[in-house]
């Protein structure tokens, strides 16, 4: 038995294209909505993800500006107990220097040379006195250069003078001026320093 199919096949066929294709859009429209559903809901994960990380990079720096903070003041206060402690020692330098001073000048004056006037003007010191000879000044000078507590002698002038010694006689003597400079010595030239000096006659403080 022979079937003869009279509906319009052709027709039949075209809905059928048809319907696939609108099926085929329709499963890829909402494929690409999946897509595009989950890479924002993943761009978002790592947005917040990052956001999460540079909060806490942001503490962390934060903290780190709180001690570096505290460490400035903390500097800032050595520095002011460093300054007080200069000057507390500056006062006890300043405090004993005359002390130093004399002691140095009565350890290194020779015989034969007297000193008649001390001068001091900061660390800066004039030293006028006579002598018997030249040579009893180069001595004087010798002498301090070795001193702890004194340096830089120098010469300011010497000159002859004729003292008289008695209601006849005239003695030839040098009028003589330095200058010095005080510095300050180490610690164990210091404690030696403050030892009990030798005392020497014929220093005249005026």
Do not use: C
Not at 1 to 14: D, Q, S, V
Not at 92 to 114: I, K, W
Not at 176 to 192: H, Q, W
């Amino acid at each position: 038995m022979i079937l003869i199919n009279l509906l319009p096949h052709r027709e039949e066929k075209r809905k059928r294209r048809k319907a696939q294709f609108f099926t085929a859009v329709g499963a890829s429209f909402v494929l690409g909505l999946l897509i595009t559903a989950v890479g924002y809901l993943l761009l978002q994960q790592l947005t917040a993800a990052q956001a999460s990380r540079n909060q806490f990079l942001q503490n962390e720096i934060n903290q780190l500006d709180a001690q570096i903070k505290d460490i400035a003041n903390l500097r800032e206060e050595i520095e002011s107990l460093r300054a007080r402690q200069r000057a507390v020692e500056d006062l006890q330098t300043d405090r004993n220097t005359p002390v130093h001073l004399l002691s140095e000048l009565a350890r290194f004056t020779p015989d034969g040379v007297y000193l008649s006037s001390i001068k001091q003007s900061g660390r800066s010191v004039t030293v006028a006195g006579v002598a018997a000879t030249n040579e009893r000044v180069s001595e004087f000078l010798r002498n301090v250069s070795r001193s702890d507590w004194l340096e830089k002698p120098d010469l300011v002038e010497i000159r002859l003078a004729n003292v008289a010694t008695n209601s006849r006689d005239l003695r030839r003597l040098f009028d003589f001026s330095l200058r010095l400079t005080i510095k300050t010595p180490s610690s164990e030239a210091g404690e030696a320093a403050d030892a009990p000096a030798r005392p020497a006659s014929g220093i005249r403080k005026s």
